[in-house]
T-cell receptor
Framework: KAGVTQTPRYLIKTRGQQVTLSCSPI?????VSWYQQTPGQGLQFLFE???????NKGNFPGRFSGRQFSNSRSEMNVSTLELGDSALYLC????????????FGSGTQLSVL | EDQVTQSPEALRLQEGESSSLNCSYT??????LFWYRQDPGKGPEFLFT???AGEEKEKERLKATLTKKESFLHITAPKPEDSATYLC???????????FGTGTQLKVEL
């Protein structure tokens, strides 16, 4: 069974640009969550989608947005990039979104210059 | 606001030298406490979920325990391949919003 797949693996952008990251969950999983990981702040929750609906949202500015498609694949978008957005962005999936373990992808390393 | 604190930040052990990692938490309505392992350049890998005080779970050289205020990850006779960052996270509220601690970076030397 294939794991969580995130693309691209690495991304370099400049300030002011926008970026879209993609996540394909494990087959059959309906919940997809996104996290930002930085050396100083650790892992911080961005948002969660379940059956195409945003179910939870973290404390990030509106420049961060996401969506989920009918096949459970998810994308997150960051507009007007800032230097502080440089981080590892991790996607995680679970089957029902309840008290279950999350399976994480290897992440997209975003560098903003 | 949910808070999770892990200690120590870093730990260096000799192979075979047992130790414990701590995760203390302040939350309202704990639904579950998770332990993950993260290797450099990879996403976190699930280890354990604990749901109620007094619960214990074991996997190979690792044993996780839970009280009402903290959780411990005990590592017995560690090997170099146990070197990684160990993350603790709490699940509260609805859905799948995890609040993570900043992790303990463990290095096991020969």
């Amino acid at each position: 069974k294939a794991g969580v797949t995130q693309t691209p693996r690495y991304l370099i952008k400049t300030r002011g640009q926008q970026v879209t990251l993609s996540c394909s969950p494990i087959s059959g999983h309906r919940s997809v969550s996104w996290y930002q990981q930085t050396p100083g702040q650790g892992l911080q929750f961005l948002f969660e989608y379940f059956s195409e609906t945003q179910r939870n949202k973290g404390n990030f500015p509106g420049r961060f947005s996401g969506r989920q498609f009918s096949n459970s694949r998810s994308e997150m978008n960051v507009s007007t990039l800032e230097l502080g957005d440089s981080a590892l962005y991790l996607c995680a999936s679970s089957s029902s979104g309840g008290d279950e373990k999350l399976f994480f992808g290897s992440g997209t390393q975003l560098s903003v210059l | 606001e949910d808070q999770v604190t892990q200690s120590p930040e870093a730990l260096r052990l000799q192979e075979g030298e047992s130790s414990s990692l701590n995760c203390s938490y302040t939350v309202s309505g704990l639904r579950g406490l998770f332990w993950y392992r993260q290797d450099p350049g990879k996403g976190p890998e699930f280890l354990f979920t604990l749901y109620s005080a007094g619960e214990e779970k074991e996997k190979e050289r690792l044993k996780a325990t839970l009280t009402k205020k903290e959780s411990f990850l005990h590592i017995t006779a560690p090997k170099p391949e146990d070197s990684a960052t160990y993350l603790c996270a709490v699940l509260t509220g609805g859905g799948n919003k995890l609040t993570f601690g900043t992790g303990t970076q463990l290095k096991v030397e020969l």
